[in-house]
């Protein structure tokens, strides 16, 4: 388990983390999502005792990180894949850290195993391709086979293939009741991988949630509805305070979007007025929507908007 309770870090005067509070359970795979910038590094670096937090603290199986008696045997992270020697073979990198940590040869054989590298085991580190040393970078993490993980971004840059590889094992690693925290800045990834979300834009905690309930409860819910007496129907509408778009569909067929309702509520006020509907459909945001709306990451291309983002979010 980790938890971090009002967590904080300032650069000079720049808040980079922000009071943040949560906690990461074992045997599921948890996002830690947030925009470039939100602070998802500097927190995980104050998990890993890397930083120094200005206030609060962060804890790993109830412990601060300084006061683990084998950190990696508790807690193993990836955060920068390039970190190695470049003239050390993937083996040498391994056994060396497995040396400095007390942990036994023959668990250098096993991660390299786990993490499909045994064949080129050999090879010098600096040669690796990024996929390689992403996998290099898991050894390295399970060396200690620890029960709490950190990986920062750990699919970035990878093929399509190497992406479903690091996403399953991730999985495997919760499902064999590791605690597993992961960010990224991708919340159609983290929706793939992950079952809890834990969401920060500008330091500040936005959402600790199911992934399933930060896109129902973030997302604006909007009905499409089409009829052959549209201003009637727009002027119903309004008039009980709804928001109305125009949206004209592909064939030509003007049809009005209703946002933030549902399509009980957008029948029923036709069915008062007498107004004939030809299409009444939901429309539930997609997940990219969602982590826009409430990260407020399209603020630069929206001046307008904002305060309503921000204000609406934080
Ligand atoms: N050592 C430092 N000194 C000054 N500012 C820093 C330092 N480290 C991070 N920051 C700033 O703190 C903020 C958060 O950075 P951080 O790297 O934690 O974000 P992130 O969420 O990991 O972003 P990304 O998705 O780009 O990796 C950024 O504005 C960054 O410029
Ligand atoms: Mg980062």
Redesign the pocket.
Known sequence: MIEVRGLT?T??S?K??DDLTFTVQPGIVTGFL????????????MILGL?KPTAGSALVEGVPYAQLDKPLTTVGALLDAKWVHPNRSARAHLQWMAASNGIPKSRVEEVLRLVGLSEVAGKKAGGFSLGMSQRLGLAGALLGDPKVLLF??PVNGLDPEGIVWIRKFMQRLASEGRTVLV?S?LLSEMALTAERLVV?GR?RLIADTTVADFVAKSSESTVRVRSPQLDALRSALTSAGLTVREDGGADGTAALLVIDTTTDQVGTLAGENGIVLHELASKQGSLEDAFMKITGEDVQYHAEGVQEIMGGAL
């Open positions: 870090k650069f000079g720049f980079a983390v947030g925009p470039n910038g939100a602070g998802k590094s500097t927190t995980m670096r930083d920062d971004e960010s800045h920060i330091g």
